[in-house]
């Protein structure tokens, strides 16, 4: 069993930042892929980036590349993302996810997740 906890949202005024946490504790091994979904009111969580534990192979969905960077760090069993130059279509539910499957970007092939954080992009 993992578990995963997400902190640091928020409300940010447009073309700000934030960085999202996300720690894990549990049975937890370096195999796992470790990714940030987000989810907005009506729509389906969809994928943001995705990071290998243990090779730091990161992916990412084209709404995002060049503003948001995933990253983490291995002694402390926590992932960040660090969202920059939000805008108000950034405005979600994130969570954080983990999961063993290749397929990194959909979310029905996670195995856990967390309790989400709410990111609020004013415009």
Known sequence: QV??????????????????????SGRFVSGYVM??????????????????????????????KGRFTISSDNAENTVYLQMNSLKPEDTAVYYCGATLSSYYNLARRYDYWGQGTQVTVSS
């Open 3 to 24: 578990q995963l906890v997400e902190s640091g949202g928020g409300l940010v005024q447009a073309g700000g930042s934030l960085r999202l946490s996300c720690a894990a």
């Open 35 to 64: 990714a940030w979904f987000r989810q907005a009111p009506g729509k389906e969580r969809e994928f943001v980036a995705a990071i290998n534990w243990s090779g730091g192979t990161t992916r990412y969905a084209d709404s995002v």
